[in-house]
């Protein structure tokens, strides 16, 4: 009996070290300041701007270089500042496009700190604001990055756009937390679920999916499971030897380039995953 009490207690002890801590394990940001000269670009601005509940946030812009080219929103993921995502701003921009790379509260030196709720305030934010720098709906190319693909599901849900690039997307936090602590009760538990799949049903606008057949974090399936979700046109683009972050090392930028280049005006439902 005394060594049943001992595990229980130490077991409950764990379990409130995890509630407690969820949020240091679900998003590790970089709060140093970036510098957006590392990027190499000369002509990026930063814009800052609020998120709907006022808190003070900042981007990079870089203009498209036509009038009607797409501009990327760009959704980063839990680790990092948007620093670490500069490099993918020369493959956008190869290619004619602008980028909108906002920044998260808690993250590149923002204040505040980051929560399921308050990350949805602000990529909605976001995505005004670079309606209000004159980009209509329909050019803008939403691309979230792993936590980001959450955020972006979240705003193609509610607004049509150009197209949504989904990069190792999952269905849910939750889900992932049931893999990892699967002797912990992590519904009951878990402040953030970041529940992809239940709203990945409403949106309308053409999306792409890619992975990485060796993600040691987001397992395949999930992916899979989010496409048979859609109901709008789809393809899924697999790297069969990436891992969960280094997807752009073999080709997943262009994957999303030639993709979204590829859209009719007329969108039609699609056809069957893709794979290289």
Known sequence: MVLIALALGLYLVFVGLLYVAQRRLVFVPDTSQPDPARTGIADIQTIRFN????MP????????????????????????????????????RAAGWGVFLPEYRGYGG??????????ALDAEAAFAELQRLGVRP??????GESLGSNLAVRLAAKHAVAAVVLE?????????????YWFVPV???????????????????????????????????????LFAALTARKEIWVAPDADHNDLAMFGAIDAAVSFVGGLAPVRASSADPIVP
């Open 110 to 119: 923002n204040p505040g700190a980051p929560s399921e709720t308050d990350l």
């Open 168 to 180: 190792s997307p999952f269905t849910s936090i939750a889900a992932i937390g049931r893999r990892q």
């Open 138 to 143: 329909e050019r803008i190319v939403l691309y």
């Open 51 to 54: 998120s709907l509940d006022e």
């Open 187 to 225: 519904d009951l538990l878990l402040k953030d679920p970041f529940d992809t799949l239940s709203r990945i049903g409403a949106v309308t606008s053409p999306v792409l999916i890619i992975q990485g057949g060796r993600d040691r974090l987001v397992p395949n399936e999930m992916g899979r499971t």
């Open 57 to 92: 946030l900042f981007a990079w812009y870089l203009p498209a270089a036509k009038a009607d080219a797409f501009v990327v929103l760009y959704l980063h993921g839990n680790g990092g500042h948007i620093g670490h995502r500069g490099e993918r701003m020369h493959s956008f």
